[in-house]
T-cell receptor, first 113, second 113 residues
């Protein structure tokens, strides 16, 4: 069975400060993990993905995530927040062994001026 | 941007009426997906297709049916719309299976009165 938990429904940071969005997963098989971003009234866009290669994954717009198997985590980080990062972020777990695609409930990121 | 369109973009309908949403892609991707997005639930998979005439159920398939007669088109039908099906519906495509990134359409906002 697979599941994904985004530990914070809302995160607020000041512009120019680091961003940390937390994601924990559970999977019976080797997972593929993704982070997607959704700006207001838009569809989702891929930020980055992990599919069993390097554990530190770099994505678009300065975001990166580290796959930690021992902690079953895939947290999303960015060194310096920008106003344009204000959006909702979704962590997703999938597996090639079954057809499940599980989305987290989302974390809304607020950027304070 | 991936070539994915959804129609209609907005629809208001009455309880008990049938509704069909269309997803059209120009990328020739094999997999197509229908999701619904509701506050506090993230995205939940309704149905997906892994080829022409090949479809399978997702986690919230009750009350929905799909058809795929051409690679580029994936239709979602609500047999008899209910107020609980008021939601934003997203179509997505991917080249292959669930470990590949998905590209999302702009969404259809459906209101059932």
């Amino acid at each position: 069975a697979q599941s994904v938990t985004q530990l914070d429904s809302h995160v607020s940071v000041s512009e120019g400060t680091p961003v940390l969005l937390r994601c924990n997963y559970s999977s019976s098989y080797s997972p593929s993990l993704f982070w997607y971003v959704q700006h207001p009234n838009k569809g989702l866009q891929l930020l980055l993905k992990y599919t069993s290669a390097a554990t530190l994954v770099k994505g678009i717009n300065g975001f990166e995530a580290e796959f930690k198997k021992s902690e079953t985590s895939f947290h999303l980080t960015k060194p310096s927040a920008h106003m344009s990062d204000a959006a909702e972020y979704f962590c997703v777990v999938t597996s090639n062994r079954d057809d499940k695609i599980i989305f987290g409930k989302g974390t809304r990121l607020h950027i304070l001026p | 941007d991936a070539g994915i369109t959804q129609s209609p973009r907005h629809k208001v309908t009455e309880t008990g009426t049938p509704v069909t949403l269309r997803c059209h892609q120009t990328e020739n991707h094999r997999y197509m997906y229908w999701y619904r997005q509701d506050p506090g639930h993230g995205l939940r998979l309704i149905h997906y297709s892994y080829g022409v005439k090949d479809t399978d159920k997702g986690e919230v398939s009750d009350g929905y049916s799909v058809s795929r007669s051409k690679t580029e088109d994936f239709l979602l039908t609500l047999e008899s719309a209910t107020s609980s099906q008021t939601s934003v519906y997203f179509c997505a495509i991917s080249e292959s299976g669930q470990s590949y990134e998905q590209y999302f359409g702009p969404g259809t906002r459906l209101t059932v009165t």
